[in-house]
């Protein structure tokens, strides 16, 4: 939680509005959502405080800020949904993971998909790995998280993809694993 509030202190600048949202309550930060003109810090610092306070009113902006392109917000974002315990989390990170379109902001949807142990999360996460067994796939490092996800999660139906993904050498050893979890 320090990390974020740490970065987005250093967005903010020496903006007395980050000191008013960091004080605020919860329906002072949902407003600060549903406000026009406030920028993207405000927004997250808003929205990670709601989600990390239980509060659902950060669902949708938590979910936006899933899929965003900077790796530092979508893991805030993942970690706030983790805690907000939105029934709705699961079916999001798996519309988000196996989008090929947006596979390059997967990485945190598929480690909420592993967090959240879902009935949602071994399908998407056996079709985002699936998909990204072609050669060359420059999404690796979203692939090995498809793995590690499936070897804790331990699905028997993942036996056949993760025997494919053994070879790729960036996989092989994550998927050996995750295939040992599987007769464990």
Avoid: I
Wanted: aromatic share 4%.
């Amino acid at each position: 939680m320090n990390d974020v509030l740490e970065r987005l202190r250093a967005e903010a600048g020496p903006s007395p509005a980050y000191e008013e949202l960091l004080g605020a309550g919860p329906d002072g930060l949902a407003a600060a959502l549903t406000s026009a003109g406030h920028p993207l810090w405000a927004r997250e610092l808003a929205a990670y405080r709601l989600g990390l306070a239980g509060d659902r009113r950060a669902f949708e902006p938590l979910v936006l800020l899933l899929n965003h392109r900077d790796p530092p917000r979508c893991a805030a974002a993942a970690e706030a949904l983790a805690v907000l315990d939105d029934p709705r989390t699961a079916r999001a990170a798996a519309a988000l993971a196996t989008n090929p379109l947006r596979t390059a902001y997967a990485l945190q949807s598929v480690r909420l998909l592993t967090a959240l142990r879902a009935p949602e999360s071994a399908p998407a996460l056996r079709a985002t790995l699936a998909r990204l067994l072609s050669p060359n796939d420059p999404y690796w490092r979203v692939a090995l998280a498809c793995v590690e996800g499936l070897g804790a999660l331990a699905d028997p139906d993942a036996r056949e993809v993760l025997t494919r993904a053994q070879s790729d050498p960036r996989l092989a050893v994550a998927a050996t694993a995750a295939l040992r979890a599987l007769d464990t």
